[in-house]
């Protein structure tokens, strides 16, 4: 069975990841999760399968990815070297 800190990972993976681990997410949860080494039983896969949608999925993803500053926003920015 999933647990909670497994779910978030999951979730946030799926999230962060390219369209095709998404589209796989959607079509093969437990393979998916797999790679990442979840476990999904049986039911939380059919349930995955039944509820979630590549569309959703994807806007979810590219809403995700614009909540991200730029690299070279504040504290994302690397600091250059001082020569000494």
Do not use: C, H
């Not at 349930?47 to 070279?72: C, F, G, H, Q």
């Amino acid at each position: 069975m999933l647990q909670e800190n497994e779910l978030e990972r999951l979730i946030g993976y799926a999230l962060l990841a390219d369209k095709k681990f998404r589209k796989w997410f959607v079509s093969d949860p437990q393979a998916a999760a797999a790679s990442i080494d979840i476990k999904l039983t049986d039911e939380e896969a059919d349930y995955i399968r039944e509820t979630v949608t590549l569309r959703r999925l994807n806007a979810m993803a590219k809403s995700v990815k614009n909540w991200m500053p730029p690299p070279s926003v504040g504290n994302w920015q690397k600091t250059p070297l001082i020569p000494n």
